[in-house]
């Protein structure tokens, strides 16, 4: 990704509605944290991740066996689809590109009658610095996606089947998720609109050809995206996610809530209010939210989405709309070789992880399908042992767009 000047006016204003259903407390702390799983040394999601990943080498060759093989011993019902291209570089030679797709969709819908919420984060890494290994950019973000497709798996299955015995579900419109690994985000010298996003240039084109049959719902592939939500550089200590486009404004406040509820049961581990990081009979402090940009006008305020070029480009100029989860002033160690596994904020990780999971629960309207209450980790409260809401608190402001 890349600060960019791209005018707001080649954005979509198109408006549009989805389907959206809260969690009740008692399914949102059900959700897992990744614990173990999220070790960098060790991991069985983030740890094959963390290595030398460039575009048309083996490293990333790896990192594609590692998502396949993981949704096949762990997820066999989410279905793979790839994406190939050859394209001409920047470097003098044509490079081989794959995006994979893992999607779930209702057993009984039809090709061209379901609309997916799509989970998105590139994990190629950059060229240069020599050994760099993009942890936040997009290491975790991957892993972040892989375990949210994990912790509502179970539920999905249930719903499902339960709709389809009961026959109480809509044979022209339903609605299903899917994942996008992008491969080339990454310039392999520096940032144009040529040596950057190549995998996700191809693949939007290719949605925007592939025709489904006469009487479909949704004319391609690119109609049937609901929301386009975007990882990248998340895994860094206290960030802060501004709201980047009026039109996706109702999801990151959806997203956002699902944020503070979480705090407010006190089950992320990144708070100065979990019991792991504030001393027996210390006062309470305030919050700081990672998604505090919500009092925003979506007619007068200022919006940041023109300034920042990513995987969403080509997309958004489709007219898909776009959730967009990055940091607007990027972690210190964005483009160094710092960013690795050991420079990852751990606590932060997990509770991206958690959030990113909760949101899609809510989008899949999965309250009720939910697993029961999930083990707690340690130290962290139960339920009930939760803020009250007169103790809510923010204490992340955003920064003011001249400070970016």
């Not at 790839?82 to 003098?92: D, H």
């Not at 305030?286 to 080509?314: C, L, R, V």
Request: contains cysteine; hydrophobic residues 40%.
């Amino acid at each position: 990704m890349l600060p960019s000047l791209l005018s707001l006016s080649l954005l979509s204003v198109l408006s549009f509605v989805s389907a959206y259903k809260e969690l009740s407390n008692s399914s949102l702390s059900a959700i897992p944290f990744p614990a173990q799983d999220f070790d960098i040394n060790n991991g069985a999601i983030m740890a094959p991740i963390l290595q030398v990943r460039v575009a048309g080498t083996p490293g990333i060759e790896k990192v594609r066996h590692h998502f396949v093989n993981y949704f096949a011993q762990h997820l066999p019902k989410w279905e793979l689809t790839w994406e190939n291209s050859t394209q001409p570089t920047i470097l003098g030679k044509e490079v081989d590109f794959a995006n994979l797709i893992f999607r779930r969709d209702p057993p009984w819908v039809k090709p061209g009658h379901v609309e997916r919420l799509a989970l998105v984060a590139h994990y190629d890494s950059k060229m240069e610095p020599d050994g760099f290994i993009g942890a936040i950019d997009s290491a975790a973000p991957c892993a972040m996606m892989i375990h949210a497709a994990r912790s509502i798996d179970e539920a999905l299955t249930k719903k499902w089947d339960e709709q389809q015995k009961s026959g109480k579900y809509d044979h022209l419109t339903a609605h299903g998720i899917e994942l996008y690994f992008l491969d080339g985000e990454e310039a392999f010298k520096s940032w144009t609109h040529t040596d950057s996003i190549y995998g996700a240039r191809s693949l939007a084109q290719t949605l925007e050809r592939s025709v489904n049959p006469a009487m479909s719902t949704y004319r391609n592939g690119l109609e049937q995206i609901s929301l386009f939500l975007l990882l990248d550089l998340l895994g860094a200590s206290v960030p802060t996610i501004p709201s980047y486009f009026p039109t996706t404004h109702w999801a990151y406040m959806h997203m956002s809530n699902v944020e503070k509820r979480l705090r407010t049961m006190r089950r992320l581990k990144s708070s100065p209010n979990h019991s792991n990081n504030r001393a027996k009979g210390m006062r309470k402090v305030k919050e700081p939210m990672f998604m505090s940009d919500t009092k925003k006008d979506t007619h007068n305020a200022y919006w940041m989405g023109g300034q920042i070029e990513d995987d969403h480009i080509p997309f958004i100029q489709r007219g898909v709309p776009v959730l967009h989860i990055i940091p607007g002033a990027f972690p210190s160690v964005w483009h160094t070789i710092l960013d690795d596994g050991q420079h990852l904020d751990n606590p932060t990780t997990e509770d991206w992880a958690v959030i990113v999971a909760g949101f899609s629960a809510e989008w899949m309207e999965l309250e009720g399908y939910m697993p029961k209450q999930a083990a707690q980790p340690r130290s962290t409260p139960k339920v009930e042992d939760s803020l009250e809401e007169n103790e809510w608190e923010l204490d992340n402001e955003l920064p003011q767009h001249d400070e970016l």
